[in-house]
Protein backbone atom coordinates (compact mmCIF):
# COMPACT_ATOMS: atom_id res chain seq x y z
CA UNK A 1 0.00 0.00 0.00
CA UNK A 2 0.79 3.38 -0.98
CA UNK A 3 -0.08 6.15 1.22
CA UNK A 4 0.72 9.93 0.50
CA UNK A 5 0.40 12.79 2.87
CA UNK A 6 -0.77 16.15 1.46
CA UNK A 7 -1.42 19.83 2.48
CA UNK A 8 -1.66 23.16 1.49
CA UNK A 9 0.82 24.71 3.21
CA UNK A 10 3.87 23.81 5.73
CA UNK A 11 3.80 24.12 8.91
CA UNK A 12 0.62 22.22 9.50
CA UNK A 13 2.40 18.86 10.71
CA UNK A 14 2.45 16.84 7.70
CA UNK A 15 5.68 15.75 7.94
CA UNK A 16 5.60 14.50 11.23
CA UNK A 17 2.17 12.91 11.07
CA UNK A 18 3.42 10.98 8.24
CA UNK A 19 6.93 10.06 9.88
CA UNK A 20 4.50 8.81 13.21
CA UNK A 21 2.31 6.96 10.61
CA UNK A 22 5.83 5.02 9.11
CA UNK A 23 6.92 4.53 12.62
CA UNK A 24 3.73 2.60 14.39
CA UNK A 25 3.32 0.31 11.21
CA UNK A 26 6.90 -0.28 11.44
CA UNK A 27 6.75 -1.03 15.30
CA UNK A 28 3.90 -2.91 14.32
CA UNK A 29 6.57 -5.58 12.55
CA UNK A 30 5.17 -3.93 8.46
CA UNK A 31 8.57 -3.09 6.30
CA UNK A 32 7.90 0.50 5.73
CA UNK A 33 10.09 2.45 2.95
CA UNK A 34 9.53 6.67 3.52
CA UNK A 35 10.02 8.82 0.36
CA UNK A 36 10.75 12.00 1.50
CA UNK A 37 10.00 14.21 -1.51
CA UNK A 38 8.87 17.43 0.49
CA UNK A 39 11.96 20.13 -0.38
CA UNK A 40 11.62 20.93 2.93
CA UNK A 41 13.37 17.48 3.83
CA UNK A 42 12.02 17.09 7.63
CA UNK A 43 12.18 13.59 8.19
CA UNK A 44 15.60 13.20 6.64
CA UNK A 45 17.01 15.59 8.79
CA UNK A 46 15.79 13.73 11.45
CA UNK A 47 17.55 10.54 10.54
CA UNK A 48 20.92 12.45 9.60
CA UNK A 49 20.33 11.82 5.73
CA UNK A 50 22.85 14.41 3.76
CA UNK A 51 22.71 13.24 0.38
CA UNK A 52 19.87 12.97 -1.74
CA UNK A 53 18.66 10.84 -4.68
CA UNK A 54 18.02 13.42 -7.22
CA UNK A 55 20.54 15.52 -6.54
CA UNK A 56 23.46 13.13 -7.05
CA UNK A 57 21.65 11.52 -10.55
CA UNK A 58 21.64 15.26 -11.94
CA UNK A 59 25.39 15.35 -11.40
CA UNK A 60 25.85 12.41 -13.09
CA UNK A 61 26.97 10.04 -9.63
CA UNK A 62 25.76 6.76 -8.56
CA UNK A 63 23.39 7.76 -5.62
CA UNK A 64 24.70 6.80 -2.28
CA UNK A 65 24.51 7.50 1.37
CA UNK A 66 20.61 9.44 0.52
CA UNK A 67 18.94 6.84 3.40
CA UNK A 68 18.97 5.27 6.32
CA UNK A 69 17.84 1.94 7.79
CA UNK A 70 16.15 2.43 11.27
CA UNK A 71 15.24 -1.02 11.99
CA UNK A 72 11.64 -1.84 9.98
CA UNK A 73 11.56 1.37 8.83
CA UNK A 74 13.63 2.67 5.88
CA UNK A 75 13.93 6.84 5.34
CA UNK A 76 15.01 7.54 2.08
CA UNK A 77 15.56 11.30 0.95
CA UNK A 78 15.04 11.97 -2.78
CA UNK A 79 15.24 15.66 -3.20
CA UNK A 80 17.68 18.48 -1.95
CA UNK A 81 16.08 21.69 -0.28
CA UNK A 82 14.60 24.34 -1.78
CA UNK A 83 15.31 26.09 -5.30
CA UNK A 84 17.91 22.71 -5.76
CA UNK A 85 15.17 20.80 -6.96
CA UNK A 86 14.06 22.53 -10.19
CA UNK A 87 17.79 22.61 -11.03
CA UNK A 88 18.17 18.60 -10.64
CA UNK A 89 14.47 18.64 -12.39
CA UNK A 90 16.32 21.05 -15.07
CA UNK A 91 19.24 18.04 -15.50
CA UNK A 92 17.62 15.23 -15.97
CA UNK A 93 15.56 16.55 -18.56
CA UNK A 94 18.58 17.20 -20.49
CA UNK A 95 20.77 14.22 -20.27
CA UNK A 96 19.23 10.86 -21.08
CA UNK A 97 21.93 8.86 -20.09
CA UNK A 98 21.07 10.60 -16.53
CA UNK A 99 17.61 9.30 -16.27
CA UNK A 100 18.47 5.42 -16.99
CA UNK A 101 20.89 5.89 -13.99
CA UNK A 102 18.06 7.51 -12.20
CA UNK A 103 15.35 4.64 -12.85
CA UNK A 104 18.06 2.06 -12.14
CA UNK A 105 18.74 2.78 -9.27
CA UNK A 106 15.40 4.16 -7.88
CA UNK A 107 14.26 0.12 -8.43
CA UNK A 108 17.28 -0.74 -6.25
CA UNK A 109 15.77 1.19 -3.46
CA UNK A 110 12.37 0.73 -3.76
CA UNK A 111 13.01 -3.31 -4.29
CA UNK A 112 15.76 -3.60 -1.60
CA UNK A 113 13.17 -5.52 0.73
CA UNK A 114 9.40 -6.37 0.66
CA UNK A 115 8.05 -3.58 1.63
CA UNK A 116 4.72 -3.92 2.63
CA UNK A 117 4.04 0.19 3.36
CA UNK A 118 5.16 3.36 0.81
CA UNK A 119 4.78 6.14 2.79
CA UNK A 120 5.28 9.61 0.60
CA UNK A 121 5.50 13.08 2.27
CA UNK A 122 5.41 15.70 -0.07
CA UNK A 123 5.95 19.23 -0.25
CA UNK A 124 3.32 22.07 -0.05
CA UNK A 125 0.27 22.14 -2.40
CA UNK A 126 1.95 19.11 -4.22
CA UNK A 127 -0.32 18.28 -7.84
CA UNK A 128 -0.49 15.49 -10.10
CA UNK A 129 1.34 18.01 -12.88
CA UNK A 130 3.94 18.97 -10.53
CA UNK A 131 7.44 17.49 -11.62
CA UNK A 132 8.19 16.43 -7.66
CA UNK A 133 4.95 13.62 -8.78
CA UNK A 134 5.57 13.20 -12.26
CA UNK A 135 9.37 11.77 -11.66
CA UNK A 136 8.86 9.90 -8.59
CA UNK A 137 5.22 7.98 -8.83
CA UNK A 138 5.89 7.43 -12.78
CA UNK A 139 8.79 5.43 -11.63
CA UNK A 140 6.92 3.39 -8.84
CA UNK A 141 3.74 2.72 -11.06
CA UNK A 142 5.99 1.48 -13.38
CA UNK A 143 7.82 -0.82 -10.70
CA UNK A 144 4.40 -1.46 -8.65
CA UNK A 145 1.89 -1.06 -11.65
CA UNK A 146 -1.02 -2.69 -8.78
CA UNK A 147 0.05 -1.87 -5.76
CA UNK A 148 -2.78 0.43 -4.35
CA UNK A 149 -2.53 4.08 -4.15
CA UNK A 150 -4.18 6.49 -1.27
CA UNK A 151 -3.78 9.93 0.15
CA UNK A 152 -4.22 11.66 3.30
CA UNK A 153 -4.79 15.47 3.71
CA UNK A 154 -4.28 17.65 6.19
CA UNK A 155 -5.12 21.09 7.57
CA UNK A 156 -5.57 23.28 10.31
CA UNK A 157 -8.75 24.49 11.84
CA UNK A 158 -7.79 28.33 10.34
CA UNK A 159 -11.30 29.07 8.35
CA UNK A 160 -8.99 30.06 5.61
CA UNK A 161 -7.11 27.35 5.02
CA UNK A 162 -10.54 25.17 5.66
CA UNK A 163 -11.95 26.93 2.35
CA UNK A 164 -8.73 25.81 0.31
CA UNK A 165 -7.89 22.58 1.48
CA UNK A 166 -11.73 22.02 0.57
CA UNK A 167 -10.86 23.18 -3.19
CA UNK A 168 -7.31 20.95 -3.15
CA UNK A 169 -9.25 18.02 -2.04
CA UNK A 170 -11.83 18.46 -4.92
CA UNK A 171 -8.62 19.25 -7.58
CA UNK A 172 -6.52 16.60 -6.58
CA UNK A 173 -9.44 13.85 -6.69
CA UNK A 174 -9.89 14.78 -10.07
CA UNK A 175 -6.87 14.27 -11.77
CA UNK A 176 -4.90 12.01 -9.29
CA UNK A 177 -4.56 8.09 -9.40
CA UNK A 178 -6.04 5.68 -6.68
CA UNK A 179 -8.05 6.91 -3.78
CA UNK A 180 -8.83 9.43 -0.84
CA UNK A 181 -7.63 7.47 2.56
CA UNK A 182 -8.54 10.00 5.20
CA UNK A 183 -8.29 13.63 6.13
CA UNK A 184 -6.61 15.25 9.73
CA UNK A 185 -7.60 18.26 11.26
CA UNK A 186 -4.34 19.47 12.96
CA UNK A 187 -3.22 21.34 15.82
CA UNK A 188 -6.64 22.00 17.62
CA UNK A 189 -7.01 23.98 20.32
CA UNK A 190 -10.77 23.89 20.94
CA UNK A 191 -11.75 20.41 20.21
CA UNK A 192 -15.27 21.70 19.37
CA UNK A 193 -14.75 23.54 16.44
CA UNK A 194 -11.69 21.25 15.54
CA UNK A 195 -14.68 18.42 15.17
CA UNK A 196 -16.78 21.04 13.65
CA UNK A 197 -13.83 21.82 11.41
CA UNK A 198 -13.75 17.84 10.38
CA UNK A 199 -17.11 17.57 9.40
CA UNK A 200 -17.22 20.33 7.19
CA UNK A 201 -14.32 18.17 5.51
CA UNK A 202 -15.02 15.03 5.82
CA UNK A 203 -17.64 13.08 3.26
CA UNK A 204 -18.19 9.50 1.78
CA UNK A 205 -14.21 9.78 -0.11
CA UNK A 206 -12.86 9.58 3.12
CA UNK A 207 -12.48 5.86 5.52
CA UNK A 208 -10.89 7.66 9.01
CA UNK A 209 -11.26 11.08 9.80
CA UNK A 210 -9.29 12.35 12.73
CA UNK A 211 -8.80 15.28 14.94
CA UNK A 212 -5.11 16.27 16.73
CA UNK A 213 -4.86 19.18 19.13
CA UNK A 214 -1.91 21.32 19.62
CA UNK A 215 0.70 19.41 21.48
CA UNK A 216 3.72 21.29 22.34
CA UNK A 217 6.72 18.81 22.55
CA UNK A 218 5.34 18.24 18.68
CA UNK A 219 5.54 21.63 17.37
CA UNK A 220 9.02 21.99 15.54
CA UNK A 221 10.07 18.89 16.88
CA UNK A 222 14.12 18.53 16.49
CA UNK A 223 15.13 15.36 17.84
CA UNK A 224 15.90 11.83 16.74
CA UNK A 225 13.27 9.53 15.01
CA UNK A 226 13.59 7.17 17.79
CA UNK A 227 12.56 9.89 20.53
CA UNK A 228 9.69 11.27 18.13
CA UNK A 229 6.23 9.86 20.20
CA UNK A 230 3.30 8.47 18.44
CA UNK A 231 0.55 10.36 19.87
CA UNK A 232 -2.75 7.95 20.40
CA UNK A 233 -5.01 9.16 17.52
CA UNK A 234 -2.07 7.87 15.26
CA UNK A 235 -2.43 4.73 16.72
CA UNK A 236 -6.06 4.76 16.01
CA UNK A 237 -5.44 5.78 12.34
CA UNK A 238 -3.17 3.29 11.98
CA UNK A 239 -5.92 0.54 13.51
CA UNK A 240 -8.89 1.77 11.08
CA UNK A 241 -6.33 1.37 7.82
CA UNK A 242 -5.53 -1.93 8.74
CA UNK A 243 -8.38 -2.81 9.09
CA UNK A 244 -10.26 -0.72 6.31
CA UNK A 245 -12.79 0.34 9.31
CA UNK A 246 -14.71 3.83 8.56
CA UNK A 247 -14.03 5.78 11.95
CA UNK A 248 -13.52 9.23 13.15
CA UNK A 249 -10.94 9.56 15.58
CA UNK A 250 -10.90 12.48 18.31
CA UNK A 251 -9.23 13.16 21.44
Request: glycine share 6%.
Amino acid sequence: MRISFVGIKGGIGKSTIALMVAKELSNRGFNVLFLDRDIFSFASTLAGIKNSFFTQVARGEIPRDYFKDLGNLTIARLFGEGVLFFKEIEELHKDLMKKEVMEKSYAELVKRKKYDFFIIDNPPYVTMKSEVVEHELSMFRKIFPNEEIYRVYLSTGLLEDVEITKKYIDETEAEAPGKALGIIVNMVVDKEKGIEVLKSLYDNRFLVGVVIPFIEELFQFQGSIEDLPVIPQIKNFVDSILKMEKKIITY
